[in-house]
């Protein structure tokens, strides 16, 4: 179990072994690792199947994201290729309008500035654009709370810098 602020949440088993399958495979990878939480909005009457948006979604995030590193890397930085974690969940008695809620789990090395998470939430909003068919501006089809930076150690467990996660037994 997992708490937020005074927020308890909970989960099946299955799905809390994927949560954390996810998260020790971009420990494993990463040492420090920021996590980028927000809300997808569907566009009223959307037509795609739940797993097909999301697939479609994250697989033009990460063609974007490997399209950014790659011209960071013509300018002579130093950046290396980095995998897309990402964690997502919706309401189990969702409607139209219910939000996708996504949380990234990026290189904090790479996605460190400020400046790159402006970066990145571009990439997010021209991802979810496309797989939306929107030409015009969807900014506000996203939605950031906060930015939220972990550090792991070597036996995977975690402190959250802002205090806002916490592992609890």
């Known amino acids: 179990m997992y708490t937020e602020s005074n927020i308890k949440l909970s989960c099946n088993a299955l799905w809390q072994k994927c949560v954390l399958a996810t998260l020790y495979r971009a420990a494993a990878t990463h040492p420090k690792i920021k996590l980028l939480q927000f809300k997808l909005i569907p566009c009223p009457g959307m037509n795609k199947a739940i797993p097909s948006l999301i697939a479609d979604f994250t697989g033009e995030l990460h063609r974007l994201i490997s399209e950014h590193l790659q011209c960071k890397r013509r300018k002579d930085k130093s950046v290396e290729p980095t995998p897309l974690y990402y964690l997502w969940s919706r309401e189990a008695v ?14 904090n090395d790479v996605w460190c500035k400020s400046r790159e998470v402006v970066v990145l939430r571009n990439l997010i909003e021209q991802a979810w654009g496309k797989v939306l068919d929107e030409d015009n501006s969807v900014t506000h089809l996203v939605v950031y709370p906060e930015v939220l930076s972990l550090v792991f150690d070597a036996a995977n467990t975690y402190n959250a810098e802002l205090g806002v996660l916490e592992q609890t037994a």
């Open 94 to 107: 969702a409607n139209d309008a219910t939000p996708y809620l996504m949380v990234l789990l990026l290189n």
